[in-house]
């Protein structure tokens, strides 16, 4: 699966051994098995290259010749508008992407996306993680958390003049970091005059435009139906990034709101958001070169970073997270090791590392097998010989400057990894972000530091209240401790000036975790109103441990912003030549994700990822008896696999594969962010759910490879299957407007 925020991750073969089972389509319609064949005998399928853009909606009309060429009928100016079908009904989770399914508020999305949820109402007795869940009922429905929330965007409109214009040639970083703060500030106070809206301000080609996106943010939000681990997550972070896959990876929630419509807080008098659009589910399936279209909020890509920048995450930064975050694992399943209740409080954070280790370490191996540096290289240069002929006069030294400033970047995210790793407490985290809030709260709201305005006040209460589902103390002291191991063997260079001083060591933790309160939820967040004298009387270690922290933490965060206003000074300057010269060539321009909405395209399609080797763009249902082992994560549901033995396939039987399809490949651009994102047939119809991409392609976030990129979707017609034949959820199969093939 796609991760949804950012450390990385990588496990070893596997354990559970089996034998994969490629599907290729041979010129079209014919089915082969298991059976490997030249690229050249795969004909028109061969040739299948991915389609590169992250596309903003408004560009799309830009793009009509593209959609009509790989088949899309939808008017490109209907994918613009955000207030028309489709766009309307795709929703962002806050880190994941979902749609509308229902006029009730019905909302899918992948499995791992409503893990948090899922976890939640999980007990040791009572455990939906590996049973699953299913409300026949609305009143059977369960709160889905305070972190739970659904975004409806409703308006995107260009800042950019009001975030940048006047802003003086001679201010420092830090006062130009401070000036854009404070416009981007004002421009989401000005937007968030009606409470129900949250509103962001992102920038867009590093910092070369800046938009307002407004969304209706919907706080009620319930658990509805998720499958059993053994669906959602069959093949576990061992399939993670591999092809090909068979996991069933969604889930469903329902947005609820006041009576009179609108967003409000949780409760048993509010009733089922009445979406303005809802997605129709097709089940007509699609076969080999059939056109998609995705739309969701992908979270991040570098594709504009320059070759240093590269070198600096292959060489240090990836290298350091694979380490760090593979021996965070390692103490978090010793820690827990026998005791089921600790198991399922931390099951929801491992899974995120081991999501997040394997993403970074297949960018190493991708960084290996292909030198996207080399790539970057002649790029770069290609670039700069342009520039010193088009773009470079009156702009004094712009790239030497760029270059300057992103060797003070990369230096200073080493010292902010390496306070991280000194600082590797939630309950320390906990008590700096208390501390840090208290501070903002003496002066008034729009002088606040972003993340500590009256807006943010919810969100940080929800954080808090939201680690005793993923918190026990003595794992957080296992885990601190090995961290400040880590951190003592690092280059003495790297410690942020006076932390030494500060940390303790491993040996004299007992006594934090002994003297402290903040373990208790409600004590925790009472905190959220004591004012600084109360912090700096305290004598609670972790309280006093985070007042004598607050310089440290300062001196970084000002020497942060100064070369965050550098940047924002240089690089959109770079980001505007580069667009003049891509221009130039005539190749149109898409900005970096940054997670907001986005349109991108693509077909089915196979690929080679090495030589002599082709992956068929489907599997189905027998290829999971096919991977059946007695141990997590092959296990197969008794239902499930009497379903296939007995082969009720029903409507849900594709004519070509003979049986029920489960997940496919598309050549669609697609990152972290994009998990749960709808996958549309031509006519704007859900046939399927992005969750993952294959281990060749994840370097895309870097690198666009056109030959291997490719997405990984849940096949619709496998979730319909399984809610019928295995599951029971015929009152969703009712509830959703279902297109099923003729017979």
Known sequence: MQPVWTPKNHVGPPTTGYTPRLFLLIRGPTLFKSIVLPVALLGVAANAVADEGQWQPHQLPQLKSELKRI???????????????????????????ASFVSPDGLVVTNHHCAYGAI???????????????????????????????????EKVENVTDRVLTGLGAGMSGRERSEAISARVKALIAECESDKAYRCSVPAFHRGLEYYRIKQLMIRDVRLVYAPADAVGNFGGDIDNYEWPRQTG?????????????????????????????????????????????LAGYPGRTSRYKLPSEIRFARDVDYPAKVATITADLDVIAAATRGNATWDVRYASVAKSLNNVLKKTQGLL????????????????????????????????????????????????????????????????????????LAQERRKSDAQRDAGYQERDLSFIKARLTRL?????????????????????????????????ALVPNAAGLDAY????????????????????????????????????????????????????????????????????????????????????????????SPYAPRDGLVKGPFTTVEGILEKETDKD?????????????????????????GTVPVNFLSSADTTGGN???????????????????????????????????????????????????????????????IKYPKQ
Request: with cysteine; net charge neutral.
């Open 119 to 153: 976890q939640r109402n999980s007990t040791a007795e009572k455990n939906y993680i590996v049973d699953g869940f299913l409300a026949k009922t609305r009143a059977e429905e369960l709160p889905g958390g305070p972190n739970t929330l659904v975004y409806v965007t």
């Open 249 to 293: 990876d969604y889930s469903f929630l329902r947005a609820y709101v006041g009576p009179d419509g609108r967003p409000a807080d949780p409760s048993p008098n509010n009733v089922p958001y009445k979406s303005k659009d809802f997605l129709v589910v097709s089940a007509e399936g699609l076969k080999n070169g059939d056109p998609i279209l």
């Open 633 to 657: 994560p092959f296990l197969v549901p008794a239902t499930l696999k009497k379903a296939v033995l007995e082969k009720r396939y029903g409507a849900f039987k594709d004519p070509v594969l």
């Open 365 to 436: 191996d991708g960084f290996a097998r292909k030198d996207i540096a080399a790539i970057k290289d002649v790029q770069d240069a290609e670039f700069r010989a342009w520039y010193g002929k088009n773009g470079s006069a009156g702009k004094g030294n712009l790239l030497a400057d760029l270059d300057a400033v992103i060797a003070s970047d990369m230096a200073l995210s080493r010292e902010e990894a390496a306070y991280g790793e000194a600082t590797h407490s939630d309950l320390l985290k906990s008590a700096r972000t208390l501390y840090r």
């Open 71 to 97: 088949g899309i009928t939808m008017p490109a100016e209907k994918l613009a508008d955000l207030s028309k079908h489709p766009m309307s009904a795709i929703v962002s989770l806050g880190g994941c992407s």
């Open 675 to 737: 998990s749960g994102s709808a996958v549309m047939n031509k006519r704007g119809e859900l046939v399927g759910l992005n969750f993952d991409s294959t281990y060749e392609s994840i370097t895309k976030d870097w690198y666009f490879d056109t030959a291997i990129t490719r997405a990984i979707h849940v096949d619709i017609r496998y979730m319909l299957w399984v809610m019928k034949e295995v599951d029971g959820a015929d009152n969703l199969l009712k509830e959703m407007t």
């Open 513 to 604: 975790y002994k003297g402290t309160e903040l373990a208790d939820t409600a004590k925790r967040l009472a905190w959220m109103n004591a004012d600084v004298d109360a912090f700096r009387k305290s004598n609670d270690p972790f309280i006093a441990l985070a007042v004598r922290l607050n310089d440290v933490a300062d001196a970084l965060e000002s020497r942060r912003k100064d070369i965050d206003g550098n940047l924002d000074r240089t690089i959109p300057q770079y980001m505007s030549a580069v667009i003049a010269w891509k221009k130039s060539q005539g190749k149109p321009v898409y900005p970096d994700a940054n997670s907001t909405l986005r349109v991108t395209y693509g077909t089915v």
């Open 468 to 500: 005793e589902q993923s918190f026990v103390p003595a794992v957080d002291q296992a885990r601190w401790a090995a961290a400040l191991g880590r951190y003592a063997k690092l280059d003495a260079k790297l410690h942020p000036q006076g932390l030494d």
